[in-house]
């Protein structure tokens, strides 16, 4: 079974990548669709989409000044602004925004400050955000899910996979892949990624010892 402790992955490529897996399966939804729940509470399909068209153009420099009418407080400034693009705009206006956002050979807003491995796996997990309620499932290429595991214990921020992810073992069944030390946690590669990202909908796929820990962090 394949180990890994270092990061040495494409990062940019594989947004790259995942972006345009993104876009191909959004031009597949129909308007409803658009207006269909996921994972991320309070959060429909427009609104996920959304939030990433809001950090792939909010400008930097008006940022803090932005910030500061929600109080400093990311996750509600999130969380306003998300699903008050996706209200804003119809799902056509936001497939052809997403496009043009993240086809650019340089990321704008956000995107431009923060770490490639870090953006791939919040894409990645997004795209499973919007699949997973609508029972869309997909074939992710090993690589990115190898690439996503690696990068969940270095990310902290908003997501705080690191510290979930903090003194266990994972073990990817169905990619013979594992990852860290302690007790273990066993299951689809997937699973083990929307739980170590605090979706509670992969728990169940799941077991070992470090089950019990792993739901506990992430609350569920």
Same mark, same amino acid.
């Given at each position: ?6 990061? $040495? %992955?494409?990062?940019? $490529?594989?947004?790259? #990548?995942?972006? /345009?897996?993104?876009? @191909? ?6 308007? @409803?669709?658009?207006? @269909? ?34 109080? !400093?407080? =990311? ?12 209200? #804003? %705009?119809?799902? &056509?206006?936001?497939?052809?925004? !997403? &496009?043009?956002?993240? $086809? ?21 997990? %997004? ?15 090993? +690589? ?6 690696? *990068? ?18 994972? =073990? /990817? ?10 007790? +273990? ?9 929307? *739980? ?5 909908? /992969? ?8 089950? /019990? ?6 609350? @569920?």
């Amino acid at each position: 079974m394949a180990t890994s402790t270092t990061t $040495t %992955h494409d990062y940019d $490529t594989l947004v790259r #990548e995942e972006l /345009a897996d993104l876009r @191909a399966f959004l031009a597949t939804l129909t308007d @409803a669709q658009w207006d @269909a729940e996921t994972l991320c509470e309070g959060w429909r399909v427009r609104d996920v989409v959304g939030h990433m068209c809001v950090g792939y153009s909010i400008n930097l420099l008006k940022f803090p000044f932005t910030l500061a009418t929600f109080g !400093f407080n =990311v996750p509600k400034g999130s969380h306003v602004l998300s699903v008050r693009y996706g209200d #804003e %705009h119809t799902p &056509a206006e936001i497939k052809e925004n !997403f &496009a043009s956002l993240t $086809t650019k050979e340089k990321p704008g807003g956000l995107a431009r400050v923060i770490k490639t491995h870090e953006r791939f796996t919040d894409h990645l997990i %997004h795209q499973q955000d919007i699949r997973r309620p609508m029972n869309k499932p997909r074939e992710i290429p090993r +690589e990115r899910l190898v690439a996503a595991l690696d *990068a969940l214990p270095r990310i902290g921020g908003f997501l705080k996979s690191n510290q979930k992810a903090k003194g266990l073992r994972f =073990v /990817a069944t169905d990619i013979e892949y594992t990852l860290g030390d302690g007790p +273990e946690v066993r299951g689809p590669a997937e699973a083990l990624i929307l *739980a170590i990202s605090g979706r509670p909908v /992969a728990l169940p796929e799941l077991d070992g010892e470090g089950l /019990a820990t792993l739901r506990q962090r992430i609350g @569920a």
